[in-house]
């Protein structure tokens, strides 16, 4: 199989795999031929990119790194808890969050076992999900990403399990966010902003009245939109003022938020979401855990398409631990023709260098 862009897909290509919405149902099968209609649709819905059957590329396979039943029932996990404290505005939520706290920690050392568990370089492409229901599917995915990262850092269990719980629950100052701020199409106006900004506080003030879980938990939602040139919000601190796992948890939260569809925008492949990053190393976030993160996450997605410095073309077949920007390519093309197919291995081929991918929302 092989990951292609929707709006360069060519007619009558065949899905490899079944696309989902966010309850885990499935919206279109494997096996199904994509018409221009179908393939209209799946643009008008956001999607930028779908693996489809290669007989070039057939035993390549992408591995999720939860399993369908794992991710359904995180996500469903969350989800009950965030509405509960959503539909509980006349109270803080601490209340409703002291209670789901033994189910929040028992999902987190789950999430913990699947991680250790899969050798991979943790890989989440974007979800097919309804809008509304971005910040679970957001939330859990900057769990994985923050788990990994604190992996890498080699923390203390007890140290995993607070960062984990502080990532999954670092926007749950948004549940005091009218729907129609948060789900907005178009810019926010000054006065929408500010609301949004409220959240971290929000949350901090919520999740420090909880008795069943560290009060650094808190401190991780207060400190997520921390920059550290003390750009961020909402109190504008700098450098050693960021706790480290605000410093984790933000480099997640963005990633997660530019390779994620949303309403105003498509989202990107993993190499883009992680130039933004560098874009911002030592302004904005911190430049050792992005590499740490480099470290646990692949760049280039199994199945992806690139193209070498040398003018070889192929589709990302596997990785290489700790290497994640030089994975092995099964080359497809030379210079434009096709050849026989044969793997080069980046790691190997120091003189080789990925210079480009096509599958993306921007051609």
Sequence with gaps: MRLAATNTIETGSVLAKPIYNDKGQVLLHEGVELA???????QEMGITYVYVRDWRTEDIQYKNPLPSQMRKKAIE????VLKEVEGNKDLSGSLVIEKASKRLSWLIRQLIGEIRGNKELLTILSDVYTYDQYIFTHSLNVT??????GMKLQLLPKDLEILGLGAILHDVGKMKVPADILLKPSKLTAEEFDSIKKHP???????????AIPLLVAHCAFQHHERLNGSGYPRGLQGDEIHDFGKVIAIADVFDAVTSNRIYRQAMLPHEGLEILYAGAEKLFDKKMI???????????IGVTVELND?????VCRQNAGL???PVIRILEEKGRNVEPYEADLGHELSSVIIGCDTTFVQ
């Design 324 to 326: 994640s920007d030089r």
């Design 36 to 42: 221009d209609k179908l393939i209209h649709k799946l």
């Design 201 to 211: 506080e929000d949350g901090f003030n919520m999740l420090r009245k909880v008795e």
């Design 291 to 301: 590499e740490v993160f480099r470290q646990a996450v692949a760049v280039y997605p």
């Design 77 to 80: 996990t969350l989800e009950s």
């Design 144 to 149: 994985l990403y923050s788990l990994a990262i």
């Design 311 to 315: 003018g070889r073309r192929g589709v």
